[in-house]
């Protein structure tokens, strides 16, 4: 294990990311009842790709392909744990990473009752940190559907700058939809945040 020169360990050798209220950790099969809970809300899959899960046996299997596909294409996809009750409330990971250009997309969510709260600014904010200073990816993205604008306060709050409005960018949900894009360079968002990680 890396130590710095005071003899603490390295920000990049925690076995896990932790904030003010969450942990941050890799996902876990164990992780089912609680996933479930919140990804069968309408609500909560309201302005993301995926439908509300259907029952404990789809999330189960959705929980599995999320693990895999991290572990696979090292997207690095973490549950939200609450401190407090170690309830699992949300993920945060990257949707895709492009090697050549260093460059990713993170993608978020989290159960409705954590809304509100500022959880997932804490979470955004401590995972960006973790992608920038640790993995050295040099461009992050985010985009949220234009008409979830708690999505892109999220975003701002955390450091992300706004780009523009892709017009009917996606079709989802039987419609197209306007996505907004936010992004920060590693370079710029470490001179602003490493310090309020």
């Keep these: ?12 050798d925690e076995p896990a ?26 609500e909560v899959a309201r302005y993301v790709l995926w439908e509300p899960h259907a029952s404990l046996t789809q999330t189960r299997a959705i929980l599995l392909g999320l693990i ?28 895709w990473r492009d090697w050549e250009s260093n460059a990713a997309e993170v993608g978020f969510s989290m159960a409705r009752d954590c809304w509100g709260r500022g959880l997932m600014t804490q979470a955004l904010t401590r995972y960006l940190l973790f992608v920038f200073a640790c993995l050295g990816i040099h461009r992050v993205e985010a985009r949220h559907d ?16 706004r780009e523009g409005v892709l017009k009917e960018r996606l079709f989802y949900k039987n419609s197209y939809a306007s996505v907004v894009l936010y992004a920060a360079i590693a370079r710029d968002w470490l001179r602003e945040h490493s310090n309020n990680g």
């Design 1 to 12: 294990m890396r130590r710095l020169r005071d003899g603490s360990r390295s920000l990049c």
């Design 146 to 161: 234009a008409l979830n604008p708690a999505s892109g306060a999220v975003m701002q709050k955390a450091g992300l700058c």
């Design 68 to 95: 895999n596909q991290s572990r696979q294409e090292q997207l690095h996809i973490q549950a939200l744990v609450l401190k407090d009750s170690g309830r699992m409330v949300g993920t945060i990971g990257l949707v």
């Design 17 to 42: 990311l932790e904030t003010q209220d969450l942990i941050l950790r890799p996902l876990r099969l164990r992780d089912a009842r609680d996933f479930h809970q919140y990804a069968r809300d309408p």
